[in-house]
């Protein structure tokens, strides 16, 4: 059949380009690290070089690793808060996780510390996960006063509140801001920015099973999902408890979106974009499928937003969050365009 | 020589909020396999909270409802869906589904945890298809269809949950006449043919007087009578209940074209 072809030659490509750009991460960097060696590092063979044996295992490796596991959590949390909320507009952050995240962040690196020119570099590790610690319990607050409220409220009380709750936390960090030393502001400022390199490997013993937990639980509500493209009428008829599914969908998207803020701060656009890729290309809205495309792009695309993050061929790096802004958006218009229909296009 | 598929016994609904908001109650009624039972009524008398009821979806205030001699409220969700399917008036979302795709979901209450359909499956949709007659659209997008396909999409989904009852929220809404005659004589032939019992509500009197093999009557005040179109009709019923300031609604007429 035509379809299935298709189909397959589409999750060939996907994965393809996946592992490409996980291995393209490990190579391209301020240090160019021949394949050869990459390979022979991995395998545990050493290198010729032993630098660059620990750019490869103690820095390029678990920040492909974050990158890979990010844009996974974030672009399934998305799809997840689209169907939930029949909102082709949604993202991971739409029930105010990372509101939540900025917030205690903003508390550790606006209040703490006499401020220096490198202030977060001066603290090093412990500044890091100072700032990871502060941002996950902030993300946990904000998603238990969620996860709570989700078995009683209707569903767009819950989209309503997120956003306010998102109102009063930058308001909250406006005035912070207004009484913090410039260099204070910008650290804080750099944290939303966003970034894979913070994540060492004893972070990544935390973040990995999060969105490795949040990924299960989202798989387990596939079937749920499914049944809310018909509404949740329709679902109840089909012998769904929407509160109980609702629940849980919400349970692994603040999961996944709140431990990639906390982790890697503020990562815009994959959540939004990859989802409807992911519909778009395999032109379909059956989870089953646009599932697992969308942590296979979602990876993609997170790689591949971290290497032009950091400008092949000089020491500068750009703010991810705009890369992914920039990668992202592109991205949407063209599936707008090629669909014609806008109110098709959106509704994927 | 019928065998009834589900049954109310001195039932009562309503709403449950601080205070329960009782619509009808003391209502007495039965539904047949294979048989096709039209509910009408003016807007506003409770149909729509009736039939919620009797699918399941909503709670009675009282009384019971037994399906097939099983109290529903006895029944796991899973299980009434495996009994009961429905039709409603509500759009859901526009989505990137096709027409199989839609069909295919009301498989799920037989599928594994994860909605993996089998071989079984796809032979029950391939045959819903084919007996709404809507192979050709199979491969359509459910959102680019005309409202008499969409319909006929949804009744076909309903049918792939194999139940032994659907039910019908206005069915015939939005449809030109041509397409409420077919999908009303449609639901009497499935309902002879797969021995399921069908209960449709609607506006279309005169065309539910015509198909139905019972007719529920349901007044303002929450009164439902339950009978045969002639029946109803002859004892002036229908004539009274669908009055207007203009005066009676001319149901004799519709017997006289029958």
Known sequence: MNRSARTRGLWLGMLAALALAWLLSLIVGAVRIPLVEVVNILMGQGASQPAWQVIILDFRLPKSLAALLSGSALAIAGMQMQTLFRNPLADPYILGISSGASLGAALVILLTGGGGVHFLAKLGFLGNAGVALASASGALLVFAGVTLLARQVHTITLLVLGVLVGYLVNALVRILIQFSLPEQVQAYLSWTFGSFGGVSWPQLAWFAPAVVLGILLAVASIKSLNCFLLG????????????????????????????????????????????????????????????????????????????????????????????????????????????????????? | MSVTCLEARNLAIGYHSRIAKVVASGINLSLFSGQLTCLVGPNGSGKSTLLRTLSGL?????????????????????????????????????????????????????????????????????????????????????????????????????????????????????????????????????????????????????????????????????????????????????????????????????????
């Open chain 1, 232 to 348: 949740e009428t329709y679902a109840r008829s089909l012998g769904i408890s929407p509160r109980r599914a609702r629940w849980i969908i919400i349970l692994s998207a603040s999961l996944l979106a709140g431990a990639v803020t906390a982790f890697c701060g503020l990562i815009g656009f994959i959540g939004i974009a990859v989802p409807h890729l992911a519909r778009s290309l395999l032109r379909s809205s059956d989870h089953r499928e646009a599932l697992p495309a969308c942590a296979i792009l979602g990876s993609t695309v997170a790689l591949l937003a971290d290497m032009l993050a950091q400008l092949p061929g000089s020491s500068g790096i750009l703010p991810l969050n705009s890369v992914t802004a920039l990668l992202g958006a592109p991205v949407i218009i063209w599936v707008i365009l090629k669909q014609r229909n806008l109110r098709q296009a959106f509704s994927t």
């Open chain 2, 58 to 258: 909503q709670k009675t205030l009282a009384g019971d409802v037994l399906l097939n001699g099983v109290p529903l409220r006895n029944l796991s969700a899973s299980q009434r869906a495996r009994k009961i399917s429905v039709v409603l008036t509500e759009h859901f979302p526009p989505s990137n589904l096709t027409v199989r795709q839609v069909i295919a979901l009301g498989r799920l209450p037989y599928t594994d945890w994860l909605g993996t359909l089998t071989e079984d499956d796809e032979r029950i949709v391939d045959d819903v298809l084919d007996k709404l007659e809507i192979e050709a659209l199979a491969g359509r997008f459910f959102h680019q269809l005309s409202d008499g396909e969409r319909q006929k999409t949804m009744i076909a989904r309903a049918l792939a949950q194999q139940p032994d009852l659907m039910i019908l929220d206005e069915p015939t809404a939005f449809l030109d006449w041509p397409n409420r005659v077919a999908v009303l004589m449609k639901l009497k032939e499935l309902a002879r043919t797969t021995g399921a019992a069908f209960l449709l509500c609607s506006h279309d009197l005169e065309l539910v007087c015509q198909v139905a093999d019972v007719l529920w009557v349901m007044e303002r005040s929450g009164m439902l009578t339950c009978g045969s179109p002639r029946e109803l009709i002859e004892s002036g019923l229908l004539a009274r209940v669908f009055a207007t300031p203009y005066g009676e609604f001319p149901a004799r007429r519709l017997l006289l074209e029958r």
